[in-house]
């Protein structure tokens, strides 16, 4: 259970404004207009109640302030409730919000009141990183390595495949690699035997997932995954484009896909 700190979401802006920067430079668009293209959506002055929820480990020090300064840094209407969990669901919905934002240890959802849709952040997280990683200047072999098949990497592998990209995967639990293999046709992907890839999308909770071998001087790798699969060292040798950002693309994802 990879949970957020305190620490992971500090300057929340800035780091999402730097990431926005990369994706543009890379894809030619803004994460906003990535997410429009994908859902076929638009925001629509939405006002999003952020709901604070005590289960489990509690309540995470700046996570609600951070989806606030996330959901007001794409265009929305938001506000945090005094109350938390039941009766805060309750304050969110008297104070007339579109959309609800909630989660504990092992779910977060954001539901739309208006229409009755639904999103989880780990799909929803999965996916726009590996569209932002697709639409990459550099993706144009159409190869493309995925690190982790997990909550937030399989989903993403799938989009790809779907986006006709060939998907060599890897993970260090065989099963869910075996697992991949043989529902998304992905190929594969052995550390033994590496190869180079201009593009790679990761998604562990681990450090230094992504071999040196692989990396392409200038290769984009869009990851989610928290601490960053790569080392600053590696970072700079290969000139590494890093989309890496702890909440804000999942979350503007969750909320382009239920609008
Ligand atoms: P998960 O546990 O479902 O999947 C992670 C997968 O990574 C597992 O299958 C595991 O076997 C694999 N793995 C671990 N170490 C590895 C290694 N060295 N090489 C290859 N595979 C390895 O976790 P989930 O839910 O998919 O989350 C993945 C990461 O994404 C976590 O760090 C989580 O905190 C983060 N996350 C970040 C979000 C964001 O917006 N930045 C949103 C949601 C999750
Ligand atoms: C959604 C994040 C992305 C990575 N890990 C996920 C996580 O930390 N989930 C737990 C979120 C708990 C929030 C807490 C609160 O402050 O409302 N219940
Ligand atoms: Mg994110």
Redesign the pocket.
């Known amino acids: 259970m ?3 700190t305190p620490a992971d979401l500090i300057e929340i802006n800035r780091q999402l404004a730097i990431s926005d920067e990369v994706v543009r430079k890379s894809t030619g668009f803004e994460i906003k207009g990535i997410c429009e293209a994908l859902y076929g959506t638009k925001a629509n002055s939405e006002k999003v109640g952020i709901v ?2 005590t289960s489990g480990n ?3 020090g700046s ?2 302030e951070s989806l606030l300064a996330i959901v007001r840094y794409f265009g929305l209407e938001g506000f945090i409730t005094e109350k938390t969990d039941v009766s805060g669901y309750y304050e969110a919905l008297s104070a007339g919000a579109d959309i609800v934002l909630m ?3 092992y779910t ?1 959802l954001a539901h739309n009141l208006k229409n009755g849709k639904i999103a989880n ?1 780990q799909p929803c997280t999965g996916i726009i990183y590996a569209e932002i990683a697709s639409r990459a200047k550099q993706a144009g072999s159409k190869e493309i390595l995925v690190v982790g098949l997990g909550k937030v990497g399989f989903p993403g592998a799938e989009h790809l495949k779907k986006k006709g990209f060939s998907v060599y995967g890897y993970d260090l639990d065989k099963t869910l690699l075996q697992r991949a293999v043989s529902k998304l046709r992905i190929l594969p992907f052995s550390p033994e035997n590496p190869k180079k890839f201009p593009v790679i999308f990761e998604a562990t909770p681990c450090p230094n997932t992504i071999p040196e071998a692989v990396l392409e001087q200038g290769c984009l790798v869009s990851t989610p995954g ?1 601490p960053c699969a790569l080392s600053e060292n590696l970072l700079e040798k290969y000139a590494v484009e890093l989309v890496a950002e702890p ?1 804000g693309i999942g979350t503007v994802s969750m909320l382009y896909s239920i609008f």
């Open positions: 990879a949970l957020l604070p929820i509690g309540i995470i996570f609600s989660a504990d240890d977060y952040n928290i909440l």
